[in-house]
């Protein structure tokens, strides 16, 4: 039985008169962790954004547990069960920890056990040590975990995640890690931007590599740290 939960093809996005994606495909299963990598520039956060609907895309199709999704609104993407990581990381500063998970909850699927802010805070527990703790006292990295557990609220099928390891401690990285092989373990699919290396390697099963918004290669990401000359093409400054 095919257990791909995402499928883009011919995906062709940009923004005003300056195309930036031409014709992106990849797919990503169930339980799933791939690396959208590349060098700045290259279409990865505008692919996360024109798949999650903040941009709507050009050509090509989107299609997620199998509905076409391709220009839907954010929202309705959302509710069929993608989440989204953003960069920046969005949340209401003026809310506490529990007070932002409570934003993010969405009933789960019949059968399946709702993530609830007592499992995340067992997922997270420097969460759970600041639960009444305003989000604007907190850390970058500790902001960053908040937006993941506050998607997970949403009870996503699979989620989009950009640059969670971009400008963090490395402990907070080690922790980032962490919660994205959790993910993996409870079914969720991963489709990570990234530049790291040593992360993406740590998290994911494969890799493909983005540059002037067309996939160059792709493969699993132990034959990436194998290729030198790949990597010193298309991921090296």
Avoid at 127 to 148: K, V
Avoid at 169 to 182: G, Y
Wanted: net charge negative; glycine share 10%.
């Amino acid at each position: 039985m095919d257990d791909r939960v995402l499928d883009v093809t011919g995906l062709r996005a940009g923004y005003g008169p300056a195309e930036v994606l031409f014709g992106v495909e990849l797919h990503l299963a169930r339980g799933e962790v791939a690396a959208l990598m590349g060098r700045n520039g290259a279409g990865k956060s505008t692919t996360l954004k024109a798949i999650m609907g903040l941009l709507t895309p050009r050509a090509g199709s989107v299609r997620f547990a199998g509905q076409e999704i391709a220009g839907a609104a954010p929202f309705r993407i959302a509710r069929l069960g993608l989440g989204y990581v953003p960069e920046e990381r969005r949340i209401f500063t003026d809310l506490t920890v529990a007070e932002n998970l409570e934003v993010g909850r969405r009933a789960a699927p019949a059968g399946r056990a709702p993530w609830t802010p007592e499992r995340l805070f067992e997922f997270f527990p420097n969460l759970a040590e600041m639960r009444h703790r305003r989000a604007s006292a907190m850390s970058g990295g500790e902001q960053q975990m908040l937006t993941i557990a506050r998607t997970l609220m949403g009870n996503p099928e699979a989620v989009l995640l950009d640059e969670p390891s971009e400008g963090l401690a490395p402990v907070i990285v080690e922790q980032m890690a962490e919660a994205v092989l959790r993910m993996k373990a409870e079914g969720i699919a991963v489709l990570v931007s990234e530049q790291n290396l040593d992360f993406a390697a740590a998290v994911a099963d494969r890799a493909l590599i983005l540059e002037k918004g067309t996939v160059r290669w792709q493969g699993g990401i132990a034959a990436l740290e194998a290729d030198e000359d790949v990597r010193r093409a298309y991921l090296t400054v």
